[in-house]
């Protein structure tokens, strides 16, 4: 069985996000996605965020065909917590999204594991930032 390997926050699920997923799902036999704690989107977003807690944003993540499986992370601190997820799950492809920040260090993960690396690129969607600031939300 071929794993995919993704992350993110998946607060405010938008077509971006489902074309995302379903393109990851494309990559292999089974799709992972490790969603952020709510302490760690706090500290990427802001105090406003998340909107949706961890467990209604499994809930959403999991409704959907292409997510065979959410893993819910801790508030993980430094980049060998994130390397002992990534060698637990032991996936065949990591799947990010073009311009994530992380790339540099999800590629040294991937490396320590010999998977693939799949960039896919963003579709032009409103972000879930956008988004909130558009329904006034913050």
Do not use: W
Not at 72 to 88: G, H, I, N, Q
């Amino acid at each position: 069985m071929k794993k995919v390997l993704v992350g993110g926050c998946f607060d405010v699920i938008h077509f971006g996000h489902v074309d995302f997923l379903m393109s990851a799902k494309k990559l292999g036999d089974y799709l992972v996605v490790a969603l952020e704690s709510d302490e760690n989107v706090r500290h990427m977003k802001g105090e406003s965020r998340p909107i949706h807690t961890q467990s209604q944003r499994k809930a959403m993540l999991t409704a959907l065909k292409a997510v065979d499986e959410v893993i819910l992370l801790p508030p993980l601190k430094t980049d060998e917590d994130y390397a002992k997820l990534v060698r637990s799950v032991n996936p065949s492809v990591i799947a990010l999204t073009e311009g994530d920040p992380m790339e540099n260090k999800k590629r040294a993960h991937a490396d320590s594991i010999h998977a693939a690396v799949v960039v896919i690129p963003k579709i032009h969607t409103p972000s879930t930032s956008q988004l909130t600031k558009l329904l006034g939300l913050e």
